[in-house]
Nanobody, 131 residues
Framework: DVQLQASGGGLVQAGGSLRLSCAAS????????VGWFRQAPGKEREGVSC????????YYADSMKGRGSISSDNAKNTVYLQMNRLKPEDTAVYYC????????????????????????WGQGTLVTVSS
């Protein structure tokens, strides 16, 4: 079975940092894409960042550009999202999703992470940023 386990959320003050982890099992980690999404109360789910192994590309939404860094550790089957200079508006439940063979570079061409049909989803981890 495919499983995605997101973790690393918590309460942090504005300006602080958090590193989220998405541990994956049950699919070929050497040919994958993993995306991070978030959903704040009353708002629609938003794609935040993506990394794909097929073309070694990464993607960041405007809301995370310059503050986030996505990386993968294939030995641990884990993708990380380091988020710095956090703001109260970053408060949301963060989810990771995975897709076989997706290339994140396509999101630089205008398509939306939220509109793509991802193969697998994990549960969320709550990030709360206090002002």
């Amino acid at each position: 079975d495919v499983q995605l386990q997101a973790s690393g959320g918590g309460l942090v003050q504005a300006g602080g940092s958090l590193r989220l982890s998405c541990a994956a099992s049950g699919f070929p980690f050497d040919n994958f894409a993993v995306g991070w999404f978030r959903q704040a109360p009353g708002k629609e789910r938003e794609g935040v960042s993506c990394i794909s192994s097929a073309d070694l590309s990464t993607y960041y939404a405007d809301s995370m550009k310059g503050r986030g860094s996505i990386s993968s550790d294939n030995a641990k089957n884990t993708v990380y999202l380091q988020m710095n200079r956090l703001k109260p508006e970053d408060t949301a439940v963060y989810y990771c999703a995975a897709d076989i063979e997706l290339r994140c570079s396509e999101f630089e061409l205008g398509s939306k992470m939220e509109q793509y049909e991802w193969d697998f989803w994990g549960q969320g981890t709550l990030v709360t940023v206090s002002s």
